[in-house]
């Protein structure tokens, strides 16, 4: 494990290559001035994103293909409807984004940044949502990856 990556233990169920890819994805916010975050690597325009809303961090998270299984279109726009309608039903902002990584298969997902989610409300949601990890980003600017097995 190391410092762009965090779990509760040193030990993963999650597979290596995965969580490798998971460290290269560009996660892309579709804010009116769209920007990418990387894991580790400061993000200045989230920074001021996040004293705009004046807050203090925010989760980077989609609730397609859970824990890395891939399933069909039409289910991951479902599981992404319901997750906007829950954040909504909860009065909690988000803007839309999309995971996508540079050089593999895997198709871009319909991904959220979302607005003021603490590490502990972050790891609660990921884990309703059966992903196995997230990125959080707090004050620093810093995107984390989380790992949630």
């Known amino acids: ?35 990418t975050l990387q894991i580790g690597k400061k993000s200045v325009t989230l920074i001021h994103l996040h ?6 961090s925010s989760a980077f998270m989609t609730a397609c293909n859970p824990y890395s299984r891939m399933v069909d279109d039409e289910t991951n726009k479902l599981r992404q409807m319901a997750l906007a309608a829950e954040l909504l039903r ?18 871009v997902e319909e991904s959220f940044l979302i607005i003021g989610l603490n590490l502990y409300e972050s790891r609660e949601m990921g884990r309703q949502l059966e992903q ?18």
Do not use: C
């Not at 494990?1 to 994805?25: F, G, H």
């Not at 909860?90 to 198709?107: A, D, E, L, V």
């Not at 990125?135 to 989380?146: F, S």
């Open 1 to 35: 494990m190391t410092a762009m990556t965090k779990n509760r233990s040193t030990k993963t169920v999650i597979k290596p290559d995965i969580v490798q890819a998971y460290l290269e994805t560009e996660y892309i916010v579709y804010a009116s001035d769209p920007f």
């Open 51 to 56: 004293n705009a809303y004046s807050i203090s």
């Open 90 to 107: 909860r009065g909690i902002q988000y803007i839309k984004g999309g995971g996508r990584h540079p050089s593999n298969h895997w198709p």
């Open 132 to 149: 196995n990890a997230f990125v959080w980003t707090g004050e620093d600017g810093i995107p984390e990856l989380i790992l949630l097995r």
